[in-house]
């Protein structure tokens, strides 16, 4: 297991009812923060208008370096970077992958261009059935 503390960097869409989650881990530029920002910010919008629920991006504050393994190692984080969470809600397995297909197709997604601010090679994503909702939203 690994824990660490996040600073919450933005969030959108107001919750529900939700059965999917799609999360990722990722290293980023400390220099490049804002560009960074901008982007999940862009990526969060998206995500909400092809049928998400909640969006959150946040910035690591509280990482140790592990025994065995830690969130810097998992993304190959350099000295110079910090480490990203974050996670965009669905109502279902179907709807995030009815979802993702407009994400896929939205003109918004090849106006963030091929330059991103975040090593796309060194990205953690996985997709995670809720097993326990105490419905916070």
Known sequence: ??????????????????????????????????????????????????????????????????KVTDFKRAVDAEADEGVAFGFVEWASKEAHETGSAKMREDKRMTSLGGDLPVDGKRMIFGGFEVMLDTGHH
């Open 1 to 66: 297991m690994v824990y660490a503390g996040f600073n919450v960097l933005g969030e959108s869409g107001d919750g529900g009812s939700l059965g999917y989650v799609q999360g990722y881990v990722a290293p980023f530029a400390k220099e490049q923060r804002q560009p960074f920002s901008d982007m999940c910010a862009k990526m969060r919008e998206i995500a909400i208008d092809s049928g998400a629920l909640h969006a959150v991006d946040s910035l690591s504050y509280d990482i140790e370096d592990g």
